[in-house]
């Protein structure tokens, strides 16, 4: 078992600044549900999100951008052969890429894809409990998209993943944790509120390959994106009613976050 160090908000600050002054590109292939939130996340938090999901221009489109995000929740054979593309382009590039392998666990066809994948050395796999859990073999699967498990019990199998693709991973719930097998971060904090608006970790898989960008500690750099979602959550909560008022209160909270770090 590695020791658990606290991300703190110090190393949050530092991370947050430099994301706000190099407004990163972010390159989205994400499912059709999220769109919109990923979206405005990644402008509300200061990067620059852009949705290139074509074949004829996913690769061209990855050498442009900072940071690549492949979130397999609508997959579909037009979509993968488009993502592989992209993602062997990120790494002909060295560009960081992120990937978010939505309910890993429950389909053959996508556990499948999803494997073959994360053996394309993606920067970081970010997942809720049951999705990293069944990636490790280590699980069932969860609740269709949502997480049947505690991001706890789910952190010997995310390092045992991180060890095997030699990449960070991040597995999120009440408590994050991001590890690439040698050191463990815990970001706590957020609100429960979370998990009752879509897309709120596939929009934050498309964060952490903003922070991604252009920084050479991954595992810092993920555990930045977390605390950045933590704390806005936080805020959020303190001021809405519901998931409906939650939504935009979200929005709000990530870009005074961002705007308190130009
Ligand atoms: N019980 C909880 N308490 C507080 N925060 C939570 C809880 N569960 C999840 N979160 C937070 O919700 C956000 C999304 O994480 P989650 O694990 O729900 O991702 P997900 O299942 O992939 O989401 P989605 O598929 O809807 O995009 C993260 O910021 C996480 O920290
Ligand atoms: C609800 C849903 N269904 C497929 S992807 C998605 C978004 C949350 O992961
Ligand atoms: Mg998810």
């Given at each position: 078992?590695?020791?658990i160090?606290?991300?703190?908000?110090?190393?949050?600050?530092?991370?947050?600044?430099?994301?706000?002054?190099?407004?990163?590109?972010?390159?989205?292939?994400?499912?059709?549900?999220?769109?919109?939130?990923?979206?405005?996340?990644?402008?509300?938090?200061?990067?620059?999100?852009?949705?290139?999901?074509?074949?004829?221009?996913?690769?061209?489109?990855?050498?442009?951008a900072?940071?690549?995000?492949?979130?397999?929740?609508?997959?579909?054979?037009d979509?993968?052969?488009?993502?592989?593309?992209?993602?062997?382009?990120?790494?002909?590039?060295?560009?960081?890429?992120?990937?978010?392998?939505?309910?890993?666990?429950l389909?053959?066809?996508?556990?499948?894809?999803?494997?073959?994948?994360?053996?394309k050395?993606?920067?970081?796999?970010?997942?809720?409990?049951s999705?990293?859990?069944?990636?490790?073999?280590?699980?069932?699967?969860?609740?269709?998209?949502?997480?049947?498990?505690?991001?706890?019990?789910?952190?010997?199998?995310?390092?045992a993943?991180?060890?095997?693709?030699?990449?960070v991973?991040?597995?999120?719930?009440?408590t994050?944790?991001?590890?690439?097998?040698?050191?463990?971060?815990?970001?706590?904090?957020?609100?429960?509120?979370?998990?009752?608006?879509?897309?709120?970790?596939?929009?934050?898989?498309?964060?952490?390959?903003?922070?991604?960008?252009?920084?050479?500690?991954?595992?810092?750099?993920?555990?930045?994106?977390?605390?950045m979602?933590?704390?806005?959550?936080?805020?959020?909560?303190?001021?809405s009613?519901?998931?409906?008022?939650?939504?935009?209160?979200y929005?709000?909270?990530?870009?005074?976050?961002?705007?308190?770090?130009?």
């Open positions: 078992m590695l020791n160090q606290t991300f703190s908000k110090d190393d949050f600050d530092r991370y947050c600044s430099h994301l706000v002054q190099t407004h990163p590109l972010v390159h989205c292939m994400t499912n059709d549900v999220v769109q919109e939130i990923t979206a405005d996340v990644l402008l509300a938090a200061g990067a620059s999100p852009a949705m290139i999901i074509d074949e004829h221009e996913s690769a061209d489109f990855a050498a442009i900072d940071c690549l995000l492949v979130n397999v929740g609508t997959l579909t054979d979509r993968y052969k488009a993502m592989l593309l992209a993602v062997e382009a990120c790494c002909r590039h060295s560009k960081p890429w992120v990937l978010d392998p939505v309910a890993a666990g389909l053959p066809w996508r556990d499948e894809r999803v494997s073959e994948l994360a053996r050395k993606p920067t970081v796999i970010r997942g809720n409990a999705e990293i859990l069944s990636l490790a073999g280590m699980g069932q699967g969860g609740h269709g998209v949502d997480s049947k498990d505690d991001s706890r019990d789910a952190v010997n199998g995310a390092a993943l991180a060890k095997r693709y030699d990449c991973v991040a597995v999120t719930g009440e994050d944790f991001v590890t690439d097998g040698k050191r463990l971060l815990s970001v706590s904090g957020g609100d429960v509120m979370s998990t009752l608006v879509v897309g709120t970790g596939c929009s934050l898989s498309a964060l952490v390959a903003a922070y991604c960008a252009q920084s050479d500690c991954p595992l810092e750099a993920t555990a930045a994106a977390l605390k979602a933590k704390l806005a959550s936080e805020t959020a909560a303190s001021v009613q519901g998931p409906g008022s939650f939504h935009p209160a929005l709000d909270a990530l870009y005074r976050l961002a705007r308190n770090h130009f």
